[in-house]
């Protein structure tokens, strides 16, 4: 199905959805719980919280649509979720789950006439047009909608069963012990005695530097690493022909994003912004590093945006606490085995849960 074929018209959001307030759960109030408490974030599809709160917001099969921070980004929520205020709640005036998808995308692309300063609220919010494929002008297709979004998402689900089979074929579970059961010491991160090889980054370019592949994309496979907290600190991709005195960084390492104190691994070959420390290891794979990384976060937290950020010296005296051989030297193969172990654990989970769902 081609929806470049297909006749689209424009539609009010009121007039295919109804429009309701959420109501806020200030921090004082909140008690931790398993109900979904969907707010303005950008990430998680909405969801800002966990809480065990109740209150008349609660409902399912609806949309949010964020009328403050991330303002104008939509989702949609097929389980029972309370509303806060930073949002609008819509219950679409069809039934479907898979129309409520594309409806939410179509709402999200109008985003970006949306700002803090100013505010999808309720009368905006009505008010705004989206663009929907249509059996007349007054009539969205949302058997149209929700067959396209149906095979979409079934192609995808497809696409991940394969891929997820590949995976699990390289892993290899292995009993092990426990953590409780390991010795565990404390090792240096940097410096003469510490654990890893610690450098600036080899190219460090400022993102209005870059040459970002002008209209051939298609050569834009190198992932540009900046202090975002977000996709791997993937900022954007970049073409590799860039200026001679900016290098390439190899991959296999972990970058830590200084100031932000944002902690990655690198599988491939990458180009950064400013202010980007290398870790180096030989022992270091995705498996080992996804070990490390949590740990290294915990330390980060003590450093902060001010004076306090994580400077080439203070990483090097910093210390964390790692499982040990009989020798007292990290046991890297140890970490590669308990991570293997969970991730061969959950791909059989999220296997099992998606085969239940067909």
């Known amino acids: 199905m081609n929806l470049a074929d297909v006749e689209w018209h424009e539609f009010f959001i009121e007039d295919i959805a109804e429009i309701i307030s959420g109501r806020d759960i200030y921090d004082s109030e909140r008690f931790q719980g398993k109900v979904p408490y969907i707010s303005s974030t950008a990430k998680n599809n909405g969801i800002g919280h966990f809480v065990g709160n109740n209150n008349n917001t609660l409902e399912r099969n609806c949309l949010s649509v964020n009328r403050n921070g991330s303002v104008g980004y939509s989702f949609y929520h097929p389980y029972q979720g309370l509303y806060s205020n930073d949002c609008r ?136 690493i900046t202090r975002t907290d977000e996709r791997n600190g993937i900022n954007l991709f970049v073409t590799d022909l860039q200026e001679d005195k900016y290098k390439i960084n190899d991959g296999g390492v972990i970058t830590i994003g200084l100031d932000t104190q944002t902690v990655f691994y690198q599988p491939h070959a990458f180009f950064t912004g400013q202010n980007i420390q290398v870790l180096h290891h030989k022992e270091l794979d995705k498996w080992v590093a996804l070990f490390l990384i949590p740990l290294l976060r915990v330390q980060m937290d003590k450093f902060n945006w001010g004076g306090n950020g994580a400077t080439l010296g203070r990483l090097n005296r910093t210390k964390i606490m790692l499982p040990t051989q009989e020798d007292g030297s990290p046991d890297f193969e140890y970490m590669r085995q308990y991570i293997m172990n969970l991730e061969y654990q959950k791909r059989i989970q999220y296997l099992d849960y998606i085969q239940s769902q067909s």
């Open 89 to 224: 709640k819509l219950r679409p005036k069809v039934k479907s789950d898979y129309a409520a998808f594309f409806l939410s995308n179509q709402i999200t692309s109008q985003r970006h006439k949306y700002s803090y300063g100013y505010k999808m609220g309720t009368g905006r919010l009505k008010r705004q047009k989206v663009m929907l494929p249509s059996l007349n002008e007054s009539k969205p297709d949302w058997q149209l909608m929700e067959s396209y979004t149906k095979a979409l998402m079934e192609k995808k689900k497809a696409k991940y069963i394969d891929f997820c089979h590949k995976e699990l074929a390289k892993l290899k579970p292995k009993k092990i012990e426990s953590p409780e059961e390991k010795e565990w010491h404390e090792f240096f991160i940097g410096g003469k005695d510490g654990l890893f090889n610690i450098s600036s980054t080899s190219s460090g370019i400022d993102k209005n530097k870059l040459n970002t592949g002008g209209n051939d994309k298609e050569d834009n496979n190198i992932p540009y």
